[in-house]
């Protein structure tokens, strides 16, 4: 499906899709916990689906009931083979909790996460009893447990996701634990993690973002779980807003966890004024000053970023670069591509994408079958000085399904057609 965009101003009320990131995690301790829990406002992206299908391949009973989740978890058996579709997420959870069982188990996905190098997961686990095999680095990947309680020393310069399957797995060991994080990106997702397993009565203690001191014999206990608003997805008609509408968000907490949150706080440190009141984030067109911003912890609001400097008074630099290389594409390459078709010049610069303000061009870009790239790219679209025609945004149903419709019904003017 490919898009095309014509210049909008867009105004109305925008619902923040549900959050990906807590609606994989929640599925993935409902899916631990015997007994029934309900995810409240659960996501229904493609991300989030494959991991109900994993849980289901569990054995997990799954009801959906008026739009919320009933899962009736316990580990009941154990699937020979786990597919994960396209999510990173799912697929490094998975790899740390099918270590529980001692049969051989294996996980695989598709498309673009086939192509995502899965960073040094199999150091950790060989070292406390687990057989493992990969695709050199890449899915498909066998384990066969079951995991020891120990010692982990794992490296987060990646990705911050197979920490997470380890910290879900290793309380249901039978002894203790100790997991020791080296070089950490995206820590504040490893607090999303430990919220969720603390709702699901699993607690860890730590000792900064680098070490976590784990309790064997815990077991999580089925709960009630409401899933908040997605600061990933909302970024995009934040933006949307701030260069060309009036919007009010709804669904997004002041005082959330999620690692993109801090797009509040890069856009208040550069003068823009964002108001929260009845439970709504209100924006308005306004005049982008020149920007720097770190986007280590933070790399999915770099699309989003982008199209915001694009717009602004002067050269914007945004750090943390090195984090877009192994995403759904190469986030950073693509784009300095793409922007360059639209009259926008980009230069990447080791860790730093320097972005320089321009006239955004009509034409013809690709989405590089990334949802983010996709989304940014339809965004670049309504603020053009004609129409834009994105290729391939059948993606965004990986993350934000909704997003079109939303925008939509604030009055974008975008045509959806059917691609060969």
């Known amino acids: 499906m490919d898009a095309l965009v014509y210049p909008s101003f867009v105004k109305g009320e925008v619902n923040a899709p549900p959050s990906k990131s807590y609606t994989i995690r929640a599925i993935a301790a409902a899916m631990l916990a015997a007994g029934k829990s309900t995810i409240i406002n659960p996501s229904s992206c493609d991300d989030a689906l494959a991991m109900l299908n994993i849980a289901h391949s569990f054995r997990a009973e799954i009801k959906f009931n008026n739009q919320n989740l ?3 978890g316990g580990l009941k058996s154990n699937p020979e083979i786990i597919y994960c579709n396209e999510s990173a997420l799912t697929a490094r959870l998975m790899i740390a909790i099918a270590a529980l069982s001692e ?11 086939l192509k995502r190098h899965l960073g040094n997961v199999n150091d950790p686990l060989e070292a406390n009893g687990v057989k493992f095999t990969s695709n050199n680095g890449f899915l498909p990947v066998s384990v066969q447990g079951r995991l020891k309680p120990g010692y982990y020393l794992v490296d987060g310069s990646e990705s911050s996701q ?15 634990s100790q997991l020791i994080v080296n070089n950490l990106k995206s820590a504040p997702y490893l607090k999303m993690t430990l919220e969720v397993l603390r709702a699901f009565n699993v607690n860890i203690e730590t000792k900064g973002t680098d070490v976590y001191l784990i309790s064997g014999n815990q077991a999580y206990c089925p ?7 997605d600061w990933s997805g909302a970024a995009f008609p934040i933006i949307a807003a701030l260069l060309n509408g009036e919007i009010d968000i709804t669904g997004l907490l002041p005082h959330s966890l999620q690692a993109d949150k801090k797009l509040n706080t890069i856009l208040e440190d550069i003068g823009i004024k964002t108001v929260c009141a009845n439970n709504k984030l209100h924006l308005k067109k306004s005049e982008i000053p020149a920007f720097v911003a770190d986007c280590t912890h933070t790399p999915d609001l ?5 199209i915001l400097a694009s717009q602004s008074a002067g050269k914007c630099r945004i750090t943390g670069a090195s984090r877009l290389f192994y995403k759904e594409s190469n986030r950073a390459l693509a784009l300095k591509l793409e922007m360059s078709k639209l009259g926008i010049e980009i230069i990447i610069n080791g860790n730093e994408i320097i972005i320089y303000p321009g006239k955004i061009q009509p034409g013809e870009v690709s989405s590089h079958n990334d949802h983010r790239i996709a989304m940014a790219m339809m965004i670049a679209g ?15 149903s990986k993350s934000y399904p909704q997003f079109i419709d939303s925008m939509q019904k604030c009055g974008a003017q975008i045509e959806t057609i059917l691609s060969d």
Not at 103 to 113: A, E, P, R, V, Y
Not at 302 to 306: K, M
Not at 382 to 396: N, Q
Request: net charge negative.
């Open 70 to 72: 009933e899962i009736q």
């Open 103 to 113: 049969n051989k188990i294996t996980i695989t996905g598709s498309g673009t996460l």
């Open 162 to 176: 197979f920490i997470s399957g380890l910290l879900m797995a290793l309380p249901l060991l039978n002894n203790d």
């Open 223 to 229: 709960q009630n779980f409401i899933i908040e608003g």
């Open 302 to 306: 770099v699309p989003a970023l982008v």
């Open 382 to 396: 309504l603020i053009a000085e004609g129409p834009l025609l994105v290729k391939d945004v059948g993606c965004i």
